[in-house]
């Protein structure tokens, strides 16, 4: 988990004001005790007002352990931004297949991300013994570099060949979007959504 809270960590530094505000008041309301960290009642006690049924309450508990980074029982405010992020980026944070939490590289369904429905993300062992059922093609599972790599491709090649009209202002724009905006989870997501609406 070191990996990814840098990465959720390198994302907070970069917020702006704003969003950094809004993921400590987001620590703030798990710490209901104001000791500076959050045990695993207060998690469960959070889950349980937002609505989370048991079996949902109890799959989240494997992802309370994999949030405590230093295995002290409780989560400190670094520990709380790495859950931030997940629920900020929307990125799967869970196999498909087996349940496993996605620490690093995983695969993707194109068609899913490509859809407004929710995304089918595995992890490397469930992909290579094909330890899913999912109603897409297998050769629609990409791992999430190729992913970038080919988000990448459409931008650089855009302006050959010409796509039609209705993608070409789309990709303009996902550029403009990427380039112009001033939160660095905002930007991405916004460009991946606009990407989304592009067939790859």
Known sequence: MDEFQETALAYYANLPKSKKEEAI????????????????QEYKAALTEAGAGATDIAASLGLFKELDNDGNGTLDFDEVMTLFYLMESG????????G???KGVYFTCLTCFNSKSNSFDL?????????????????????????LHQIRKIVSTSEEPTPDPDQKSSLEQAVKVASTTSSLLDGFFQFAEILGNLTL
């Open 123 to 147: 992890c490397c062992s469930c992909c290579r013994n094909n330890n899913f059922n999912h109603h897409h093609d297998i050769a629609d599972l990409v791992d999430n570099f190729v992913l």
């Open 100 to 102: 496993a939490f996605l």
């Open 91 to 98: 990125r799967g944070y869970s196999c498909d297949g087996c």
């Open 25 to 40: 008041e987001f620590f703030r309301s798990l710490d209901r005790n104001g000791d500076g960290k959050i045990s695993i």
